[in-house]
Nanobody, 120 residues
């Protein structure tokens, strides 16, 4: 399974970005138990931003505060994160994740990350 993240960039505070994560190596992302977006700022631990289950149940970190939307397109095998009202504290490398749970165990797959920089 390979994940390719894109859509990062430089934006001013209050602006928006839409991240995309294209998945390959599997027939359908419907088989992925949970897909999510994480971020890691310099010197900080990687933290969850949002995740969505195979049944499309979504969860957001408290700091999102209604500004972001996670979604997925099964036909395009792509995960999205729409981020609005961005603030400088969102400056980080953003990673997409695919989490599988099977009878033989569980496994995480990670994309390469896309840089988000928010200027004040």
């Amino acid at each position: 399974v390979q994940l390719q993240a894109s859509g990062g960039g430089l934006v001013q505070a209050g602006g928006s970005l839409r991240l995309s994560c294209a998945v390959s190596g599997i027939e359908s992302i419907a088989t992925v138990n949970v897909m999510g977006w994480y971020r890691q700022a310099p010197g900080q631990q990687r933290e969850l931003v949002a995740r969505i289950s195979s049944s499309r149940t979504s969860y957001y970190a408290n700091f999102v505060n209604g500004r972001f939307t996670i979604s997925k397109d099964r036909a395009k095998k792509t995960l999205y994160l729409q981020m609005n009202l961005l603030q400088p504290d969102a400056t980080a490398v953003h990673y997409c994740n695919a989490y599988f749970v099977r009878s033989l165990g569980e496994k995480h797959f990670w994309g390469q990350g896309t840089q988000v920089t928010v200027s004040s």
